[in-house]
C-alpha cells in the first residue's frame, strides 16, 4: 500500500504553513470569491496579535497579488511563502467535450504544486507528514473534484522503495463551495481594473423600477436578473455614447422551450453583452475622452415555477406593455429596457445595441 492517508473534511482547520504545507487551488474566477478571513488561518505564522496585524495586511496584499498574477494557459500556480503555501489556478475555459470541473488538470496539479515537507513537517510521535488542500469550486463539481484529487495519491504502488517507507503523508482535504459566477462577476472586474464602480439593479429591485423586460425574463433563474452599468464620465466631454449589450447567459428558450438540436451553445446567447464588455475596456484603456457607458441586460431565460407564460403581459422600463406569444423571443425584451435606461437615465446621445441572435439571424 502506498504511505498516504487522504482524508476529506469539511474544515480542515487552522494551521501555520511551517507546521502544515498547504496548496490552495480552482478556477482563478472562483479563487477570486473565496474572502481572505476564510482563508488567513491557513497562511498566517503564528504571532503576537500586533505584529499579526501588521503581518495579515501584508499577506492579504500577497494573496491578491498572486491571484492577479495568475494566468493560466491552460494551468498556472504561485508561491505564497517559501515553499510550503502554493495557489495553483485550473484552466478558466473548457471545451463542450470536457467537465467543467477540470478533474484532469485538477489531478495533474496536486502531483506538481503540492509542497514538499522538510522535518518541521514531521509529526514526531506517529511519523507523518502532514499536507493540507483546499479546493475553491462550484457545489455541483465537489465529487467530480474529490474523485479527481483521490486519483492523484494512488492507494496501491508495486515499487518497493515506496513499499520500505516507514512515513506516512496525511493529506487533508478541504473544499471551499462558491456559488456559481454571478452574470456581472465579469464585470466587476473590469471595472476594478478600471477604477470604475459598476451600478448595478438586480432581482425584485427590476422589478420595483419597472424594468418588466429584463425581470420578466429572468425570474424564474436561481440566479436573479439585473441590470448592470460601467460609465466612463471625464472632464471635457463633448458627448455621450451608450453601448447596450443583451446577456443572456443561458437560453432555454423559457417555456417556449428549444429541442434537443437548438439548445446546445445558448451559453453563447451573452456575446452581446461580452463583445461591449471587451470593447469598453479596450477603449477606455486607450484614454477615450467622451462619456462613454456600458449598459448590460443580464438574464438566464430558465423554465420554471415563475417563468413567463405565452399570454402572460409585462410592463417595460418605457411605460410600454407587452404581450408574450413566444418566450423564446426575450432578446428585444432586455434590449428594451437597456435601452430606454440608456435614453431616459443616461441621457445618450448614440445609443448602439449588441446583440448575438435575433429571430433566425447569427451575428458573431
Known amino acids: 500500500m502506498a504511505n498516504v492517508v487522504l482524508e476529506f473534511k469539511v ?147 508495486r515499487r518497493s522503495a515506496s513499499s520500505r517507507r516507514t512515513e506516512k503523508k496525511h493529506v487533508t482535504v478541504e473544499f471551499v463551495a462558491v456559488a456559481n459566477v454571478c452574470p456581472f462577476q465579469e464585470i466587476k472586474a473590469v471595472g476594478s481594473e478600471l477604477g470604475i464602480t459598476p451600478v448595478i439593479i438586480r432581482g425584485e429591485e427590476l422589478k420595483q423600477r419597472g424594468f418588466g423586460g429584463i425581470y420578466g425574463v429572468g425570474k424564474a433563474a436561481e440566479n436573479p436578473p439585473a441590470l448592470a452599468v460601467l460609465s466612463h464620465t471625464p472632464d471635457g466631454a463633448t458627448q455621450t455614447i451608450a453601448w447596450v449589450g443583451k446577456g443572456i447567459v443561458y437560453d432555454t ?34 484614454g477615450f475622452k467622451d462619456n462613454l457607458h456600458a449598459v448590460f441586460c443580464l438574464a438566464e431565460n430558465s423554465v420554471g415555477p415563475t417563468a413567463t407564460r405565452p399570454d402572460d403581459i409585462h410592463a417595460l422600463y418605457s411605460g410600454k406593455t407587452v404581450e408574450i406569444n413566444n418566450t423564446d423571443a426575450e432578446g428585444r425584451l432586455v434590449l428594451a429596457d437597456g435601452v430606454v435606461y440608456a435614453c431616459k437615465d443616461l441621457s445618450a446621445d448614440i445609443i448602439l445595441d449588441m446583440a448575438t441572435l435575433t429571430g433566425a439571424q447569427v451575428s458573431l
Not at 495586511?57 to 494566468?71: C, H, K, M, R
Not at 511563502?81 to 496536486?110: D, E, G, K
Not at 451559453?267 to 486607450?286: E, H, M, P, S, Y
Request: proline letters at 6%.
Open 253 to 286: 428558450g423559457g417555456l417556449s422551450i428549444k429541442g434537443k438540436t437548438t439548445m446546445p451553445g445558448m451559453k453563447r446567447d451573452c456575446g452581446g453583452a461580452a463583445a461591449v464588455l471587451g470593447a469598453f475596456k479596450a477603449t477606455i484603456k486607450q
Open 11 to 157: 474544515s480542515a482547520g487552522d494551521s501555520e504553513p511551517q507546521s502544515r504545507p498547504v496548496l490552495i487551488l480552482g478556477q482563478q474566477n472562483n479563487l477570486q470569491q473565496v474572502s481572505w478571513s476564510h482563508i488567513k488561518g491557513k497562511l498566517q505564522p503564528v504571532v503576537s496579535k500586533e505584529v499579526r496585524e501588521c503581518y495579515s495586511w501584508v499577506l492579504a496584499s500577497t494573496w491578491q497579488a498572486a491571484l492577479n498574477a495568475l494566468n493560466p494557459n491552460p494551468t498556472d500556480s504561485c508561491p505564497l511563502y517559501l515553499n510550503q503555501a502554493v495557489v495553483a489556478a485550473l484552466p478558466s475555459r473548457v471545451s463542450r467535450h470536457n467537465t467543467p470541473a477540470s478533474v484532469h488538470f485538477l489531478s495533474r496539479l496536486i502531483r506538481s504544486c503540492l509542497p514538499g515537507g522538510n522535518n518541521r513537517c514531521i509529526v514526531v510521535s506517529s511519523f507523518i507528514r502532514v499536507l493540507s488542500i483546499t479546493v475553491v469550486c462550484e457545489r455541483s463539481d465537489v465529487f467530480a473534484s474529490a474523485c479527481a484529487v483521490a486519483r492523484a495519491f494512488p492507494l496501491f504502488t
